[in-house]
């Protein structure tokens, strides 16, 4: 009985066949890297199947932030086996700040995969900002010279023009300045200059904050170091014999050749350049009544007449230079020389001459 | 269309001084030409050889400027034969000329229009003299630090009219050398002194120094011939007189004693023929200033100079005490050693008490003369004020008389009493405290008015343009005073023109002034226009473009000459622009500068003036 059931058994065996059962396919979407907006996000699909070939659909979606509203249009829908897509800038009027991704496959069993979505966050990047300045003369920065500070604003996902920029200007102690935004500013180009007036020497706090649509602000500052105004110094003159009483016989011209100056050196280093001042002189001289010194008006020159002196006269020739600072030297009127900081630097030089 | 030329400098400076000998010896002409004749028209079978040609034909200056009164004189440096000379202007004309030297190895001759000229010499030997138009020629300074050891130098710069830029205006500075000396009295006791060295032929690059208590002194000085102006210091009761030594040179400064000087005695004498007490009296011989002296008690002096064995050219000056009302006196004379001076002022010069006089000035708001605080100065020249008669039974020589009188008048407008002149051609400078400077002629006898009213100005309108017509802002003018205001020493403002190139130009009524337009940037020329008086209305002032001219300054060891003052003068200008610089720059740390040179132009700076 036992051996018949075998010998039947047997038989039945090798007559049932069966197809393998198709599988139907299972998908994920992968990604690497950040998604940004108005950059090309790059999307592939893992697929899990007993077979390749899985035809795939592709489609994305903006959303908001968290995902619960998302365009019932996809940006993208596509068959391909990857999906790359140039993300949207805008969704409901605002920055895009999340798609979802829908990846549908088939086999070629026309098996369904279980549709797989995923939602991925928009990425941000806040603005960069670059700052440099420059002084409107010879590169110094000083109290009443015009300083120009440019920005470079960038973002990655923004456009210039929707980058909000706000600077601000500080004075040393504190105090807001005017800022005058120049016509070179572009703000779609992300360039930006303004100028402002520093009134005093010390550190001015130059603080720029770009900030871009979804409120990711980046924030840079720039400090411009203003110093004091020199006084501005004699340099050469002529007559360059100073150490004793000229001879004067007929019209003598003295002479400032030249002035050492951080901002009105003279004469001007670069004639037909932009720079508004050079420094300046005033002379004094013995009056021909005899005495005192009077007013012998401007310029780099004085020329001394004899003829209106007596022979043997003793004149004191007198020049002072200045600056676009006003001051006041520090001498008694009386001393031939003068120099506010007490060193080489002279601002006022008198020479003697004796008429003859 | 820019062009740039890198040395032509050197080349026409060669090619005025090379020699172009057309014919020679052998040239095809067969004589010698009389003065004025045409080359080739002379000669015959007996004539004689002609003169050898000669190597070289000096010009002075080197770089003339056409002009109806510029002189040019040609120059053989070795004479070797009598010379025969012929001149032809550009047009191919002969031009008159005249012998500038006994030996004929010289003539001299105005070159009245700016091209080629050709001047001939001993027969046939031709030289191309290029003379160039008005506003080419400047005069180029260069004052290097103390530091670099090189004296200050010219040279002149000449500038083609066709170019817009201009390079390879290099130089080379002469080290100049080390003069070093002491100067001593007979008993070779050290002398302060100031000591001026004057190279010949330009003034204007005088060294001065000071000796030491050791009566030494150094000065770097340039190389050729100078003139040395040792002038003693007076101490105590020694008094040595300056004195000259001519054609110095730097190896002579050694040992310098002041050679023992001349007594110049003499006394003044008042209007009444009283001796005038208390009159500084100087004398200038050959160009030396004597020793100054004061009258004593008696209306003596004695200054003390050096005087040729036969008599030395001088220029007498007395200046009388200031309140006397006497002028001021001047004298070109002959001056002899051992002759006592008489100088008397004529007693048919008036001088008379004033009084009485009240200076008013106009009050715009009030539309009429107000009396107010100024100072007045009388000033004005006559013709013979003295006499000076040396007892030497020559000539009695004629004083100038200088009339320079300044009152202050109140608050009121009251003049104090003073003394005046009583001569034609004075005039009252008024510059009130409260309203404008004007002057006012006083009458044919010098009579003051009772009331000397500063009349309101009238500006002069300025407007400067560029070549293209167009507005140039921030020319600076400068009205230079002449005459009477020059006399009463006032300052000199600027004015500067406003956007469109205008300015209004207060000037003084009655006065008269140089008026110089410079643009302060030096991207123009300037322009100046003399002898301005209120009332003229000006047109335009036209200033031309500058053409940039870059060079390079260094030491004959081609060391960079750094921070050197270049400053460009016009070379033959007169008046205001002969003296001061066109434009100054600095030489950079490598020696090399650019300035900015007024372009010279067919119709260069220049005012038109309307009445």
């Known amino acids: 009985m036992r051996i018949a059931a075998a010998v039947v058994a047997v038989p039945l065996i090798g007559c049932f066949y069966t197809d393998p059962i198709n599988e139907r396919p299972s998908l994920e979407i992968r990604h690497i890297g950040m998604v940004k907006r108005n950059e090309t996000a790059h999307f592939t699909a893992l697929v899990h199947d007993d077979e390749p070939g899985v035809d795939l659909h592709w489609r994305a979606f903006t959303c908001t932030a968290d995902g619960a509203t998302c365009d019932e249009t996809p940006f993208v829908d596509t068959t391909y086996d990857e999906l790359t897509a140039m993300v949207p800038d805008q969704y409901l009027g605002a920055p895009v700040q999340a798609i979802k991704v829908r990846l549908e496959g088939r086999d070629h069993y026309r098996a369904a995969a279980p549709p797989v979505e995923r939602l991925f966050a928009v990425e941000d990047t806040e603005p960069t900002v670059s700052l440099s300045s420059e002084s409107s003369i010879a590169g110094l920065f000083r109290p009443g010279i015009a300083v120009t500070v440019s920005a470079t604003v960038s973002d990655l996902e923004d456009h210039g023009d929707a980058i909000a920029v706000d600077p601000t200007v500080r004075d040393p102690m504190g105090n807001e300045l005017e800022l005058t935004t120049l016509p070179e500013t572009s703000p779609a180009a992300g360039r930006y200059e303004w100028s402002f007036v520093p009134d005093k020497a010390g550190g001015y706090r130059f603080d720029v904050d770009a900030t871009d649509p979804l409120h990711h602000t980046a924030h840079q500052r720039l400090t411009v170091t203003v110093g004091d105004d020199q006084p501005a110094c004699l340099d050469r003159r002529d007559p360059a014999a100073d150490a004793g009483t000229l001879i004067v016989s007929s019209n003598r011209r003295f002479v400032v050749e030249s002035a050492v100056d951080d901002l009105d050196p003279f004469p001007d280093p670069d004639p037909g350049d ?83 | ?349 008036v001088v008379r008490p004033v009084s009485g006089v009240v200076v008013r000035a106009y009050d715009r708001a009030a539309s009429q003369y107000v009396a107010g605080a100024a100072r007045v100065t009388f000033a004005g020249t006559i013709p013979v004020a003295a006499d000076v008669d040396d007892g030497g039974g020559g000539k009695v020589v004629h004083a100038s008389g200088e009339v320079l009188v300044e009152v202050e008048a109140g608050a009121d407008g009251a003049v104090p009493p003073f003394l005046l002149p009583a001569v034609a051609g004075l005039s009252a400078v008024i510059d009130p405290v409260r309203g404008n400077l004007a002057v006012v002629a006083l009458g044919a006898g010098g009579a003051v008015p009772s009331l000397l009213d500063a009349a309101l100005e009238v500006p002069i309108h300025v407007h400067a343009i560029d070549d293209a017509e167009h507005g140039l802002p921030g020319i600076q003018v400068r009205a230079i005073p002449k005459g009477a205001l020059a006399a009463a020493s006032l300052t000199v403002p600027s004015y500067a023109t406003n956007a469109s190139g205008n300015v209004a130009v207060p000037l003084a009524p009655g006065g008269s002034y140089d008026l110089l337009v410079i643009d302060p940037r030096s991207t123009h020329g300037g322009a100046q226009r003399e002898h301005v008086v209120t009332g003229e209305a000006f047109e335009d002032f036209i200033l031309p473009g500058a053409t940039p001219v870059a060079g390079q300054l260094s030491t004959p060891e081609r060391q960079p000459v750094a921070r050197a003052v270049v400053s460009l003068f016009c070379k033959y200008c007169s008046g205001p622009q002969s003296v001061r610089p066109l434009v100054r720059v600095l030489s950079n740390d490598s020696g090399a500068y650019q300035l900015p040179v007024p372009r010279p132009t067919a119709a260069p700076a220049r005012a038109r003036a309307r009445r």
């Open chain 1, 274 to 356: 932009d720079r508004p001042t050079q420094a300046q002189f005033h002379w004094f001289a013995t009056s021909p009544a005899g005495g005192a010194l009077v007013d012998a008006g401007d310029g780099p020159d004085f020329v001394l007449v004899p003829s209106h002196y007596a022979p043997g006269a003793q004149v004191e020739i007198r020049v002072e230079v200045s600056d676009r600072v006003a001051r006041t030297l520090p001498c008694d009127a009386a001393a031939p020389t003068c120099s506010i900081g007490g060193d080489g630097c002279l601002q006022r030089f008198t020479w003697r001459a004796e008429i003859r």
């Open chain 2, 1 to 349: 269309m820019r062009r740039s030329i890198p040395t032509w400098p050197v080349a026409i400076a060669a090619a005025l001084l090379a020699v172009a000998c057309g014919a020679g010896l052998d040239g095809g002409d067969d004589g010698s030409y009389p003065d004025g004749g045409v080359p080739g028209d002379g000669g015959g079978p007996d004539a004689p050889l002609p003169p050898p040609c000669l190597g070289r034909l000096d010009f002075e200056p080197a770089q003339p400027v056409a002009g109806a009164h510029n002189e040019v004189v040609a120059r053989i440096p070795e004479p070797l034969e009598v010379l025969d000379w012929q001149v032809l202007g550009p047009d191919g004309r002969p031009r008159p000329f005249q012998l500038a030297d006994a030996d004929r190895a010289a003539i001299r001759f105005v070159v009245d229009q700016p091209g080629d000229y050709t001047i001939f010499a001993n027969s046939g030997c031709l030289f191309p003299l290029a003379v160039a138009g008005d506003g080419t020629i400047f005069k180029l300074r260069m004052v290097p630090t103390m530091t670099e050891q090189v004296p200050p130098q010219e040279r002149d710069l000449a500038l083609p009219g066709d170019v817009l830029s201009a390079s390879g205006y290099d130089y080379t500075l002469e080290r100049g050398n080390l003069a070093e000396g002491v100067v001593v009295d007979s008993a070779q006791a050290p002398v302060a002194a100031y000591v001026r060295a004057t190279p010949i032929d330009h003034e204007d690059l005088s060294v001065e120094t000071f000796t030491d208590a050791s009566g030494r002194f150094a000065a770097r000085v340039l190389s050729g011939e100078h003139d040395l102006l040792v002038v003693p210091q007076a101490t105590g009761d020694r008094e040595l007189a300056p004195f000259r030594i001519g054609q110095w040179t730097w190896e002579q400064a050694t040992t310098i004693e002041v050679p023992a000087s001349d007594p110049i005695s003499g006394f003044v004498e008042d209007l009444a023929g009283d001796r005038l007490v208390g009159a500084t009296v100087m004398l200038r011989i050959d160009g030396v200033p004597t020793t100054v002296d004061t009258t004593d008690g008696n209306g003596a002096f004695t200054v003390r100079g050096h005087i040729a064995a036969d008599g030395s050219p001088a220029t007498l000056t007395v200046v009388p005490p200031y309140d006397l009302g006497l002028p001021r006196l001047e004298a070109a004379m002959t001056v002899h050693a051992g002759r006592e001076l008489a100088i008397r002022y004529r007693p048919s010069l």
